[in-house]
């Protein structure tokens, strides 16, 4: 139990297009969830808090226009970089936190590698 | 600020017992975890501390002092497979936002 499913793994764009990236709980209910960005050999960076059926809390220096996420219902979580740079590739991870058990432990997605050329 | 340290790299052989160390500085506590990330994988959650003590998972053991902002990720009878990045992450609030270390890079030699 406890899998999280992130779509597409890879996707490649083109500057000034948006790209969507879904974060699905699959047998689980998630009132929360989280996305992380993540360079070559690096941590994971908060990017900001999901909460179903409110707006999401973004981390310091995140900027929430170009970085849309919408926490649509207890399952989904998606990700939409706006007006995407070359700067913008970078590998984001999400992850959820199953409402049934404590908080402490999260489940990652795969994690989808954003190219933008 | 936010910050937590932990290696860069750790290598030891097969059956081996390696530690990582941590040490954290947050504006927030409730816990401290362990992830493992191989190559272009997910990270795995691996252990947790909420109080002082060890916690012992299989193989796997985890230490918090809270009085010293210091854990440590203990890891026995070493394996190929054990071959990873390991994060220590800060649990920095109730909903379970975790602040991530920079990772060790634990290499398994035969």
């Known amino acids: 139990g406890a899998v999280v499913s992130q779509h597409p793994s890879r996707v490649i764009c083109k500057s000034g297009t948006s790209v969507k990236i879904e974060c699905r709980s699959l047998d689980f209910q998630a009132t929360t969830m989280f996305w992380y960005r993540q360079f070559p050999k690096q941590s994971l960076m908060l990017m900001a808090t999901?909460?179903?059926?409110?707006?999401?809390?973004?981390e310091q220096g995140v900027e929430k226009d170009k970085f849309l996420i919408n926490h649509a219902s207890l399952t989904l979580s998606t990700l939409t970089v706006t007006s995407a740079h070359p700067e913008d590739s970078s590998f984001y991870i999400c992850?959820?936190?199953?409402?049934?058990?404590?908080?402490?432990?999260?489940?990652f997605g795969q994690g989808t590698r954003l190219t933008v050329v | 600020g936010q910050s937590l340290e932990q290696p860069s790299e750790v290598t030891a052989v097969e059956g081996a017992i390696v530690q990582i160390n941590c040490t954290y500085q947050t504006s927030g506590f409730y816990g401290l975890s362990w992830y493992q990330q191989h190559d272009g994988g997910a990270p795995t959650f691996l252990s947790y501390n909420a109080l002082d003590g060890l916690e012992e998972t299989g193989r796997f053991s985890s230490f918090l002092s809270r009085s010293d902002s210091y854990g440590y990720l203990l890891l026995q009878e070493l394996q190929m497979k054990d071959s990873a990045s390991y994060f220590c992450?800060?649990?920095?609030?109730?909903?379970?936002?975790?602040?991530f270390g920079k990772g060790t890079k634990l290499s398994v030699k035969p």
């Open positions: 999901s909460n179903e059926g409110s707006k999401a809390t973004y």
């Open positions: 992850s959820a936190n199953d409402r049934g058990r404590r908080a402490t432990e999260a489940f």
């Open positions: 992450a800060v649990i920095r609030g109730s909903q379970g936002n975790l602040i």
